[in-house]
Each structure stands twice: as structure tokens, then as C-alpha cells.
Nanobody, 125 residues
Framework: QVQLTESGGGLVQAGGSLRLSCAQSERTYATGWFRQAPGKFREYVAAIRGTGGTVYYSDVAKGRFTIARDDSKTTVYLQMNDLKPEDTAVYSC?????????????????????WGQGTQVTVSS
């Protein structure tokens, strides 16, 4: 079981930026970021997979968020720019194995093996 620890959340004004980190206890093939706002379903945000670091974004993330991985491949980042109040949520990272080779799999939270506890992001208007 991979241990995941998210950090970097906080309170920011609309238009501001945050960088979330997902520290992992070992290298993994795929990492996804998801978020869940109160009273809403968990929502896919972005994912990165493979040795080449292929990236995928949801519509809400395109153009504003960037997912990246460090050289050790044990930390995955989510840089979030131009934040909006509707981005307020608990953001969680999750990891999965080589079976997650397509965007459809990466968007599906049920495909991931391990999850972190999440970090709160609050965007004020």
C-alpha cells in the first residue's frame, strides 16, 4: 500500500495561486488529483501517468492548473492558478498501477488503489 500525503492547501483570494503536493512513499505509475466540495460528488481534476509523464486534465483544470512530477517520481504537484470560489474543495491525490493507461481509467476514482487524506483549498471572493 502506497502512503500518500497531500500538502499546500489553504485560504487564498480569487485570482490567486496555490501549489499542492502529493508525497508518495514509493514510485507509482499513475497519480490523479480529485476534489470534493461539501454536498457534491468527488470530481476528477488532473492526472499524470507513465515514465514519460503523460498528463490529462479535466475541463475545469485546463488552462489554469498544471500537474507535474519531480525527478524522483515520488512527489506529484498540482499548480493551481487563477483560482475561483468554485474551486473550493478538499483536494486528494490517488495512485494506481499500469492498468491505468487511458484517460477514461484515470478519470475514474474507482480505478485507483491508494488515496491520501486530502488538503483543504478555500478560495474567497
Amino acid at each position: 500500500q502506497v502512503q500518500l500525503t497531500e500538502s499546500g492547501g489553504g485560504l487564498v483570494q480569487a485570482g490567486g495561486s496555490l501549489r499542492l503536493s502529493c508525497a508518495q512513499s514509493e514510485r507509482t505509475y499513475a497519480t490523479g488529483w480529485f476534489r470534493q466540495a461539501p454536498g457534491k460528488f468527488r470530481e476528477y481534476v488532473a492526472a499524470i501517468r507513465g515514465t514519460g509523464g503523460t498528463v490529462y486534465y479535466s475541463d475545469v483544470a485546463k488552462g489554469r492548473f498544471t500537474i507535474a512530477r519531480d525527478d524522483s517520481k515520488t512527489t506529484v504537484y498540482l499548480q493551481m492558478n487563477d483560482l475561483k470560489p468554485e474551486d473550493t474543495a478538499v483536494y486528494s491525490c490517488a495512485t494506481g498501477g499500469p492498468n491505468m493507461y487511458s484517460g477514461d481509467f484515470l478519470r475514474n476514482p474507482g480505478m485507483y488503489d491508494d488515496w491520501g487524506q486530502g488538503t483543504q483549498v478555500t478560495v474567497s471572493s
